[in-house]
């Protein structure tokens, strides 16, 4: 069994950060890839930001120089460093873990920006 345990969403104001985490754990083996995803409501699941084990990163447009990802590859836990917050960055925050043996998601975080 291989489970993705995130925290760190909550309700913040515009301009505001919040850091989301997310540790894999079980009987995982090598992992490639480990990303975070959003999905607002009535819209499709989107990409937000992803690394890889040798620490390549890649972003959306729309977080780019707001937004850091981060992995500790000893811990299997991938860090998302969100900064300059906007109400458009509301939404249910997924890790996703590519492995070699399957993609695993974890179970969401919500993250909502308002005042």
């Known amino acids: 069994q291989v489970q993705l345990v995130e925290s760190g969403g909550g309700l913040v104001q515009p301009g505001g950060s919040l850091r989301l985490s997310c540790a894999a754990s079980?009987?995982?083996?090598?992992?490639?890839?480990m990303g975070w995803y959003r999905q607002a409501p009535g819209m499709q699941r989107e990409l937000v930001a992803s690394?890889?084990?040798?620490?390549?990163?890649n972003y959306a447009d729309s977080v780019k120089g707001r937004f850091t990802i981060s992995r500790d590859n000893a811990k299997n836990t991938a860090y998302l460093q969100m900064d300059s917050l906007k109400a458009e960055d509301t939404g249910i925050y997924y890790c996703?873990?590519?492995?070699?043996?399957?993609?695993?998601w974890g179970q969401g975080t919500q993250v909502t920006v308002s005042s």
């Open positions: 996703k873990v590519v492995a070699v043996e399957k993609d695993y």
């Open positions: 079980g009987s995982i083996t090598s992992i490639f890839n």
């Open positions: 690394i890889t084990s040798g620490a390549y990163t």
